[in-house]
């Protein structure tokens, strides 16, 4: 996560969350692009809600007795990356719930945190959601996998409703659509938008990238891209400029190599 995530100032170049879902979402940590190791163990019940009262917790080190080092997770950081979104969102409250199982009956976890924020008269909204294979070695968790992560940063006095229609998997090299459209027509609104594909250095460096706004003849931004020709991912942040308010998004992408992994 970035050390602060910036939010944007209207018709201009700005930098926007490098990466919200992990920015903002705080759970993941630079996770693999495979599922986690079928010898591992699901995390128990009780696990997963002492996993969620930690991460609500107003403790600095709250995650301490839960967590190791594993594939995907490195609890440092991640404990880390949630104390900065608290101080950016400090009513920033996180759900876990049952996710569907995977093909092989691995079951998931879905991760939600929502908050709010207030910065110069103006009140931002954050919605994000991932959703994570987790292992345990009965005691702690020590691994995760993200299959889905998306995340929402919206302000105006109505949160401006958009649909993001992204895949959640490409196949290595397809050609796909990144479009986020607005849901209500824009009556002759004007509005802006970019869009930029966030750099594994980028990621590493937990750094925002620089988005270019123009303005968009349609109802959203679309945009045909290309996956690379190697398995892993792609992270997409997006912004939107509207009279009504800012939307700002992100979204990952799985590559892989065959049409079976596209449902994992």
């Known amino acids: 996560m970035a050390p602060s995530c910036p939010l944007p100032a209207p018709l201009s170049p700005v930098r926007t969350p490098q990466r919200l879902g992990s920015c903002l979402a705080a ?4 996770a693999g692009a495979g599922l986690a190791p079928a010898l591992a163990a699901p995390p128990s019940a009780a696990q997963l809600q002492a996993l969620e ?21 490195d609890p440092a950081q991640l404990e880390n990356r949630r104390r900065l979104l608290r101080q950016q969102f400090p009513d920033a409250r996180w759900q876990l719930s049952s996710g569907t199982q995977l093909r092989d009956g691995q079951p998931t976890v879905t991760l939600r ?28 968790i020590n691994g995760q996998t993200v299959l889905r992560e998306k995340s929402l940063l919206r302000s105006g006095e109505k949160p401006l409703p958009v649909s993001l229609l992204i895949p959640d998997a490409v196949l290595t090299g397809q050609r796909y659509d990144v ?4 849901d209500e027509p824009l009556d002759g609104a004007l509005a802006a938008g970019g869009i930029a594909a966030i750099t594994p250095q980028q990621q590493a460096a937990m750094a925002s990238p620089s988005l270019e706004l123009g303005a ?49």
Do not use: C, M
């Open 27 to 30: 759970l993941a940590v630079a």
């Open 53 to 73: 009262s930690a991460l609500n917790s107003s403790s600095d080190t709250a995650l301490a007795g839960l967590l190791q080092a594993g594939p995907g997770l």
């Open 113 to 140: 945190v929502e908050g709010t924020r207030r910065q110069g008269g103006t009140t931002y909204r954050l919605e994000a959601e991932q959703l994570l294979a987790l292992q345990s070695d009965g005691t702690r």
């Open 179 to 182: 479009d986020v459209i607005f």
């Open 216 to 264: 968009l003849g349609g109802g959203g931004l679309f945009k045909i891209v290309q996956a690379p020709l190697s398995p892993g991912s792609q992270t997409w942040a997006v912004l939107l400029v509207h009279p009504d308010g800012i939307v700002s998004a992100t979204k990952r992408v799985r590559v892989v190599a065959d049409r079976k992994s596209l449902e994992p």
